[in-house]
């Protein structure tokens, strides 16, 4: 069984330097009103969808665990980062930043599987044939090419590309370490 690496994934975005901030509106940010990493028009969306009253001021007033829910299914469950290990978590961070269609397009990119930004069978069946550790270098190239064509990039292009490789360093750090190869020939006598 894998291991549940959402509460993780959680931590990391929630780092000051990601998005571990409380209601926030940046200059220039094209998602606008932000709180704990969730956008005003994704939490109205959430909300609208389980039929529950939308206001600016009840979303200023949310906490960041108020937002548990809505990341695991809108960003951690939708791209199945719960069957990726400890990629799900740079997989989880990917769609909170760019949306999990293009995490899940960046993902079967490098894989060599049909884009169609939904992961299913076939991405899930490629990702169990590579080296996790390439694969997280590959991941994080997608997305530092992404920003740069992204609006606005030139006010955010730097503090992404750190994100992403802050993200992808972290998760090489949780990956296994290579067991050398045992050598079986006997040892040189002096």
């Given at each position: 069984?894998?291991?549940?690496?959402?509460?993780?994934?959680?931590?990391?975005?929630?780092?000051?330097?990601?998005?571990?901030?409380?209601?926030?509106?940046t200059p220039h940010d094209p998602g606008g009103a932000t709180?704990?990493?969730?956008?005003?028009?994704?939490?109205?969306?959430?909300?609208?969808?389980?039929?529950?009253?939308?206001?600016?001021?009840?979303?200023?007033?949310?906490?960041?665990?108020?937002?548990?829910?809505?990341?695991?299914?809108?960003?951690?469950?939708?791209?199945?980062?719960?069957?990726?290990?400890?990629?799900?978590?740079?997989?989880?961070?990917?769609?909170?930043?760019?949306?999990?269609?293009?995490?899940?397009?960046?993902?079967?990119?490098?894989?060599?599987?049909?884009?169609?930004?939904?992961?299913?069978?076939?991405?899930?069946?490629?990702?169990?044939?590579?080296?996790?550790?390439?694969?997280?270098?590959?991941?994080?190239?997608?997305?530092?090419?992404?920003?740069?064509?992204?609006?606005?990039?030139q006010y955010f292009c730097k503090g992404w590309d750190r994100?992403?490789?802050?993200?992808?360093?972290?998760?090489?750090?949780?990956?296994?370490?290579?067991?050398?190869?045992?050598?079986?020939?006997?040892?040189?006598?002096s």
């Open positions: 069984m894998l291991r549940d690496y959402f509460p993780t994934a959680l931590s990391f975005i929630w780092r000051p330097d990601n998005d571990g901030q409380p209601f926030h509106d709180n704990w990493g969730v956008t005003y028009s994704t939490w109205t969306g959430w909300q609208q969808l389980h039929k529950l009253p939308v206001s600016m001021d009840a979303f200023k007033a949310l906490g960041k665990d108020d937002f548990q829910p809505l990341y695991r299914a809108q960003f951690w469950n939708s791209i199945r980062c719960s069957s990726l290990g400890a990629i799900g978590i740079m997989m989880f961070d990917c769609a909170v930043n760019c949306g999990p269609g293009h995490a899940a397009g960046f993902l079967q990119t490098v894989l060599g599987v049909t884009v169609d930004r939904e992961i299913g069978p076939i991405t899930i069946a490629a990702y169990a044939n590579i080296d996790a550790a390439k694969l997280a270098r590959a991941l994080c190239a997608q997305r530092e090419d992404y920003y740069q064509h992204c609006p606005n990039a994100r992403a490789e802050t993200c992808r360093d972290y998760v090489l750090s949780l990956l296994p370490k290579p067991v050398p190869p045992v050598s079986l020939s006997p040892k040189p006598t």
